[in-house]
């Protein structure tokens, strides 16, 4: 493969297969058809309610919503919460563990507030290497007294390779027992499943990803933890109110095919860099670095010239909520911290650049003019 070096082999290795336009199609289908399920047709053009329903102790249309969201995954409960992702990760980790307990990780970089999570609450980590189902199996059957198996759907650092089905599937050959929460951030409805569907216990992301509003979490899973965060959280003030879960499904109807177009303009827009329609680029390749994008590494260290400049030219430069309702212009940003970490080179010669809702040809548009007027800087 021209211009690919075994680094960069090993990140293509790492991509995690996305969904066809086709496939999203019928995703979109089979969550409408949830909604049909659940919902009567004036319940389901009414805005919501709010409150604590005397019924179901939160928003009867937050109630109708979980109910569709836990079924659509085949889950037996959904609880949606506050903070996003982090918020549902809080929340789920909160729920099966007591500070001081034992949680196993993957032995690598933790995702920043995912670290945050684990030292307010107190937790002891075990690491464990998820590229090697060996070391999983070891170390599962080795720390007895751990409460809960922690894992990340995307990757959290670029010579990633596990699959996510595999390494569940290692985990309960051994422990059956053994709670498993997946962090299925950037990768709902993206991907061909979630930890849930691949026999993990809880799965968790953010509605802000996949179109919704702005600080809901989801939880799939278990009934009992799951009723117990809603026992928890009794509080009028904390609930998800009814017009909020409401407009976070409304939303979610529209993020498989989207995310699967972006996937398509992504792998395009890697084929054509790589045939040369951008002077002064070396290579391109694509990553699961969080969202699925394209890392461009530039013949000269003009990196962050470049990126200011294609602010300039109608690029977004840095993200709302990394694929959020509000990133519709393409995005072309410095490359990810562990990245750097990696190739420390990227600091000056690379570009992270995610299509979002534009195609191929208006990012190549912005590069041909970008990377010219850096180097004349």
């Known amino acids: 493969m021209p211009g690919y070096d075994r680094t960069k082999l090993k990140y293509a290795e790492s ?11 019928e995703l979109q289908f089979s969550l409408v058809h949830m909604m049909s399920r659940h919902f009567e047709g004036k319940q389901f053009l009414s805005m919501g309610d709010l409150g604590v329903s005397p019924k179901w102790k939160r928003p009867e249309q937050t109630y109708l919503v979980e109910r569709a969201i836990a079924d659509f995954f085949e889950a037996e409960e959904c609880a949606l919460v506050r903070g996003a992702g982090t918020g549902a990760i809080r929340t789920i980790l909160s729920s099966l563990l007591s500070a001081g307990e034992k949680m196993i990780i993957h032995s690598a970089p933790v995702y920043m507030t995912t670290k ?24 599962v059957n080795t720390v007895s007294d751990a409460k809960v198996f922690y894992i ?21 050959s051994v422990r059956p027992d053994l709670p498993i929460v ?5 990768c709902a409805f993206k991907t061909h499943g979630i930890g849930v569907e691949y026999g993990a216990d ?22 009992e933890a799951i009723d117990f965060i809603h026992e928890r959280n009794y509080s009028g003030g904390g609930q998800v109110q009814g017009y909020e879960a ?39 390749y694509m990553t699961n670095a969080q969202s699925k994008n394209v890392i461009v590494e530039l013949a000269h260290p003009i990196a962050k ?11 977004a430069t840095h993200p709302v909520g990394a694929e959020s309702k509000y990133e519709i212009i393409p995005m072309i940003y410095r490359v990810s911290g562990s990245f750097i970490e990696a190739q420390p080179r990227l600091k000056d010669y690379g570009l992270r650049i995610n299509p979002m809702k534009a195609g191929a040809s208006t990012i190549i548009s912005i590069l041909q003019k970008a990377i010219p007027e850096a180097m004349e800087t």
Do not use: W
């Not at 968790?204 to 009934?223: N, Y």
């Open 15 to 25: 991509v995690l297969p996305s969904l066809s336009i086709d496939e999203a199609k």
């Open 116 to 139: 945050e999570t684990i030292r307010i609450l107190g937790l002891n980590t075990v690491s464990a290497d998820y590229n090697r189902i060996e070391d999983v199996q070891n170390v």
């Open 152 to 172: 990340q759907h995307a990757r959290q650092q670029p010579t990633d390779t596990y699959s996510l089905k595999e390494v569940i599937s290692a985990v309960k």
């Open 182 to 186: 997946v962090d299925d951030n950037y």
């Open 202 to 223: 809880y799965s968790t992301f953010s509605g802000f990803k996949v179109l919704g509003p702005e600080g809901i979490g989801i939880i799939v899973g278990k009934k």
């Open 246 to 284: 409401m407009e976070l499904l409304r939303m979610m109807t529209f993020a498989p095919v989207s995310l699967a177009i972006q996937n398509e303009q992504v792998e395009e827009l890697c084929r054509r860099l790589n045939e040369g329609e951008v002077p002064g680029i070396d290579s391109a």
């Open 305 to 315: 010239k470049v990126i200011s400049i294609s602010d300039t030219k109608g690029a």
